[in-house]
């Protein structure tokens, strides 16, 4: 029986594949990329690995022990569609020479690590993640932050304020106003091939897709990526964001997943639904609370507890938190329902047993797939193991709540510097099993640091509006 590698091989023979590109995805969860001759690969690289230079990666080794291993997957293996001669794209995770080791800093090992201590743990063998990804797509976007400027102005065909535009061929006028995207058909949904463009790629490339359709803001979108295992799930992420970036750009338009870009509509975010099996039998499925077990509700009990700290992984940039705010349907308050879509995290209705599962509706896609997915595991799994129920559910509309009723009502951090210190104070339930580890969530907070700091020190548009006469 030919051996993973032989296999790789083959492929790339009869693929007439030319070049393999090597991918891993750095700490702040962007997929890098090493370009290989396909002729110079042979069985040895592919299961002992590539040496590369990691000391340029924010976060990795220094300059003196730059020496690292990119070792592919070879089970996660895609045939890039966007390159111009075939190209095999192969996720590598990245293994320390001097140890032999995956390295305790990259993301695709950390969550590899998560899926083995899940299993160790006896508790389950299997978690399964489906996340739901948003996005904004514009025609045009300029941005300046220099000495002496800063500020940014966006425009897409779609955005309300274009209806007085002058265009050369007239002004066709249909397009949805702010929050009105949520589901109208074309015309005024105007980017319905684009987008299943992206599913039919995504198809092409072995991803399973159900479906694709407008989002509640002007020119914001989601495509249908349903579930799989926690690693493999991580991975079609990264292909998820490439293919949606690629695809476009190749119909002359700018993808972005940043969570709020327009100020006065709703942002992107990243629903996570998460369900744990063991012996080809679903864990969640129980007599309690809207067909839960009592494992799902520790393990909902876990990711409540540890939410502020999970922050940090699940909303890791400066601008996560101008989508978490209330009025715009954000998920800010962390609170448990059966389909009640303001909770932070919600039982989504299913039919049967093996439908049963948990929906985290606070991260967002700038979330680097593998430490999000990873932490939010070791969240539940702390719950479960420590019995963390998480009281009553609250079926109410949260967003109505009066003041007086939000009161013991835990919230999700209001900054990235929350996050962060939150996070530093609350680590413990990562380190298990060696998963996370100290060293690493230093080293990713030092990175955020530095993005909170810029953002801190940087006088904005805004400032000047509110107090340059004051």
């Known amino acids: 029986m030919a051996s993973d590698a032989g296999k790789i091989?083959?492929?790339?023979?009869?693929?007439?594949?030319?070049?393999?590109?090597?991918?891993?995805?750095?700490?702040?969860?962007?997929?890098?990329?090493?370009?290989?001759?396909?002729?110079?690969?042979?069985?040895?690289?592919?299961?002992?690995?590539?040496?590369?230079?990691?000391?340029?990666?924010?976060?990795?080794?220094?300059?003196?022990?730059?020496?690292?291993?990119?070792?592919?997957?070879?089970?996660?293996?895609?045939?890039?569609?966007?390159?111009?001669?075939?190209?095999?794209?192969?996720?590598?995770?990245?293994?320390?020479?001097?140890?032999?080791?995956?390295?305790?800093?990259?993301?695709?090992?950390?969550?590899?690590?998560?899926?083995?201590?899940?299993?160790?743990?006896?508790t389950a063998d299997t978690i399964y993640v489906g996340p739901e990804a948003e996005f904004f797509m514009f025609d045009d976007v300029r941005f300046e932050d220099s000495y002496n400027a800063s500020g940014y102005k966006l425009d897409d065909i779609e955005l309300p304020t274009n209806t007085m535009r002058e265009y050369a061929g007239g002004n066709l006028a249909h397009r949805p106003r702010a929050k009105g995207g949520y589901f109208p058909v074309a015309p005024v949904d105007s980017a319905g091939d684009i987008r299943a463009e992206m599913v039919s790629t995504m198809l092409e490339m072995g991803l399973p897709c159900d479906k694709h359709h407008h989002e509640v803001a002007a020119a914001q979108h989601e495509l249908g990526l349903t579930y799989g295992t926690l690693v493999q799930t991580a991975d079609r992420m990264q292909v998820y964001k490439y293919v949606v970036h690629m695809v476009a750009q190749a119909y002359g338009k700018t993808a972005t997943f940043m969570p709020?870009?327009?100020?006065?509509?709703?942002?992107?975010?990243?629903?996570?639904?998460?369900?744990?099996?063991?012996?080809?039998?679903?864990?969640?499925?129980?007599?309690g609370y809207a067909g839960l077990s009592d494992t799902a509700l520790y393990f909902i009990g876990g990711v409540i507890k540890h939410a502020r700290a999970l922050n940090a992984f699940t909303n890791p940039t400066t601008n996560s938190y101008k989508r978490l705010v209330p009025g715009f349907e954000a998920p800010v308050l962390l609170a448990y329902s059966s389909r009640n879509r303001s909770a932070s995290c919600r039982i989504p209705y299913g039919a049967g047993e093996k439908a049963k599962r948990v929906e985290f509706r606070f991260p967002d896609a700038l979330a680097n797939p593998y430490l999000a997915y990873a932490a939010l595991l070791m969240a539940g799994l702390d719950g479960i193991q420590n019995r963390l129920h998480p009281g009553e559910a609250m079926d109410k509309n949260l967003y109505d709540l009066p003041p007086a009723e939000l009161v013991d009502v835990p919230t999700v951090c209001g900054s990235l510097r929350e996050a962060l210190i939150a996070l530093d104070k609350d680590r413990a339930f990562l380190t298990k099993g060696d998963v996370f580890s100290d060293d690493q969530i230093d080293a990713y907070m030092e990175l955020k640091w530095d993005e909170v700091m810029r953002w801190e020190t940087t006088p904005s548009p805004v400032e000047f509006d509110m107090y340059y006469s004051s």
Request: contains cysteine.
């Open 9 to 122: 091989l083959k492929s790339i023979e009869d693929n007439e594949i030319e070049w393999v590109d090597l991918r891993f995805t750095d700490p702040k969860g962007k997929w890098q990329h090493l370009s290989m001759v396909a002729g110079a690969i042979d069985e040895d690289m592919l299961t002992d690995g590539f040496m590369f230079d990691g000391s340029s990666i924010e976060g990795w080794k220094a300059i003196n022990e730059s020496d690292m291993i990119l070792k592919p997957d070879l089970n996660a293996s895609y045939v890039d569609p966007f390159s111009a001669t075939p190209m095999l794209i192969l996720v590598c995770n990245i293994v320390d020479p001097a140890t032999g080791e995956l390295y305790n800093r990259d993301p695709r090992s950390t969550a590899t690590r998560a899926e083995a201590y899940l299993k160790a743990t006896g």
């Open 260 to 287: 709020k870009p327009i100020a006065k509509d709703n942002g992107s975010g990243m629903h996570t639904h998460m369900s744990l099996w063991k012996g080809g039998k679903p864990l969640f499925a129980g007599n």
